[in-house]
């Protein structure tokens, strides 16, 4: 079966850098586009960033464009996600999601998510 599984979460403080990793198994991944979401509390889960399955695109929420860059390493069916300047308002947990090429819309394949917490 599908799994992703996400790493690198943890606490930092306002201005550091934090690298997530999400390693994919059971599927393709190569074929996949993949993404990163996230969820503070008591909010809804938000658009990160996503990656398309050749790396050849890339598209970020305004509120971490310039600070984070998703990128894939398809040989070890990895997902990054680098996260430079972080704020308190990061503050959330982040989930890598795929999705076969072919298709649109939901995500089917989720991740269990880490924990990314930004002190002040």
């Known amino acids: 079966q599908v799994q992703l599984v996400e790493s690198g979460g943890g606490l930092v403080q306002a201005g550091g850098s934090l690298r997530l990793s999400c390693a994919a198994s059971?599927?393709?991944?190569?074929?996949?586009?993949v993404g990163w979401f996230r969820q503070a509390p008591g909010k809804e889960r938000e658009f990160v960033a996503r990656i398309t399955w050749s790396g050849g695109s890339t598209d970020y929420a305004d509120s971490v464009k310039g600070r984070f860059t998703i990128s894939r390493d398809n040989a070890k069916n990895t997902l990054y996600l680098q996260m430079n300047s972080l704020k308190p308002e990061d503050t959330a947990v982040y989930y890598c999601?795929?999705?076969?090429?072919?298709?649109?819309?939901?995500?089917?394949?989720w991740g269990q998510g880490t924990q990314v917490t930004v002190s002040s």
């Open positions: 999601a795929a999705r076969p090429q072919w298709t649109s819309g939901e995500y089917p394949f």
């Open positions: 059971g599927l393709t991944f190569s074929t996949y586009n």
